[in-house]
């Protein structure tokens, strides 16, 4: 057996409001579902949950309790034109870039405090193939 792909990637925020408009409106992110404890939004091939920690942690919950106390890091695939579109779309809309590194990746925080990231898969040595946008 060996595991294919990572479905989901969960990072948490307390202010799901917050994460919502910047996950959505900035991110321009398809947000699928929404829930008093959770935001999901739905990329090409995967799916960025976003848990409020205090409620994932409850044990009244149909999941097991999960949650972090620190901050995550999550990337996003871009290619290097991309990537200087995020850096202007981001300026634009006043979010700090915390780090440009040589015209292929682009560093934020999320509002809770996450790195989000911008990276070229060619920096992992992938190919990957931008064409394919369909979530099946």
């Not at 060996?2 to 408009?21: G, N, P, S, W």
């Not at 990746?105 to 990231?117: H, K």
Request: charged share 30%; aromatic share 12%; glycine share 4%.
């Amino acid at each position: 057996m060996k595991a294919r792909h990572i479905l989901e990637t969960v990072i948490y925020c307390e202010d799901l409001v917050a994460a919502k408009h910047f996950y959505a409106d900035l991110l321009g992110l398809e947000l699928f579902r929404e829930a008093d404890h959770y935001l999901g939004f739905r990329l090409s091939r995967s799916l960025l949950l976003v848990f409020d920690p205090r409620l994932s942690r409850r044990s009244d919950r149909p999941l097991p309790s999960h949650g972090t106390e620190s901050n995550a890091h999550i990337a996003f695939s871009a290619t290097q034109q991309e990537i200087l579109q995020w850096q202007t779309h981001l300026e634009k809309h006043n979010v700090k870039i915390e780090r440009e590194h040589e015209g292929t990746s682009l560093y934020v925080r999320d509002p809770a405090g996450n790195l989000v990231e911008f990276n070229q898969p060619t920096d992992w040595g992938i190919e990957w193939d931008f064409t394919e946008e369909k979530f099946e």
